[in-house]
């Protein structure tokens, strides 16, 4: 059974950092896409950063230049770093991953997906 596990959440302050991480089980995901969306409260959820199975990756345009996602491929692990968050940057956060080496930012084309953890950023 496949299953994707986030960790990594908590409460930052405003200009503070965090890194999100997804370990993955019951197959590799090397080689394979991955993401991470989020759903902030009362929003739908939306694309936040994707790796290509040949790790090219692409960005929503409010995260550029402060998140990097990234991949370990010997723990089988995603990883999102997240630097100089904002209050706005407040959702879950969920780790998805393809049956692909295709990259993708529509939640439609990710086959599994984690259960999600809470990063708050306070002002």
Request: hydrophobic content about 35%.
């Amino acid at each position: 059974q496949v299953q994707v596990v986030e960790s990594g959440g908590g409460l930052v302050q405003a200009g503070g950092s965090l890194r999100l991480s997804c370990a993955a089980s019951g197959r590799t995901f090397s080689g394979y896409a991955m993401g991470w969306f989020r759903q902030a409260p009362g929003k739908e959820r939306e694309f936040v950063a994707a790796l290509s199975g040949s790790d090219g990756t692409t960005y929503a345009d409010s995260v550029k230049g402060r998140f990097t996602i990234s991949r370990d491929n010997a723990k089988n692990t995603l990883y999102l770093q997240m630097n100089s968050l904002k209050p706005e940057d407040t959702a879950v956060y969920y780790c998805a991953a393809r049956r692909s080496y295709l990259i993708r930012i529509h939640q439609l084309d990710y086959d599994y997906w984690g259960q999600g953890t809470q990063v708050t950023v306070s002002s």
